[in-house]
């Protein structure tokens, strides 16, 4: 399960009914004057019917179908991306709290934690290539952790653990941050997603530098 693929097929397709909806209301519209012109030219009286009910009638059913599919297309992602964990996954449990975050490692010591102030984000370490699950939740308000250029996103909530997984595909540093209003401290609860190497995060679990 990869949620940027995901995200970028929701998306296209999103896109895709957006720009089908936007031609043909233009092409209506642009029929209807092109009709009523005509009428005028030949001097014809402007419709008399208050109701067209086949037409009104597959307008409902055509909007209903549209509004289902999207309906239906957004909970069949949500139910891939809360799929459980992969079994060869690395497991990272991230905690959020007024106003930083801590990340651990189950089946190590390690620990990494901060306080979001200049100078002193934590880094949430992973391997490049294998699948990542995290488990986030939140000590006190709802968090949401967010790393924008890669497009991963989960909300924290309080006495609740959501799950999700990824795979970096390339080494590499980014910027996370919380991308819920919680608090006067909000816009620093920031954070740095760094992919490493396989043989290179091994060593960083057993207490080597990154």
Known sequence: MDPRRIFGQIFSTEVTIAAV???LVCGVIVLALVVSHRRQRRGAEPSQREERTALELAYAVGVAAVAGF???LSFHATSQEQAGAEPAATTVRITAFQWCWRFSYPGSQHSVTGTCRPGDLPTMVVPVGRPVTIELTSTDV???WWVPSLRYKLDAFPDHTNTVTFT??????WIGR?????????TQMDFYLQAVPAQQYEHWLSGAAV
Do not use: K
């Open 142 to 144: 709802i968090h949401s």
């Open 178 to 186: 919380c991308a819920e209003f919680c608090g006067h401290g909000h």
């Open 70 to 72: 999207v309906v239906y």
């Open 168 to 173: 970096v595909d390339r080494a590499g540093r």
């Open 21 to 23: 909806v936007f031609v």
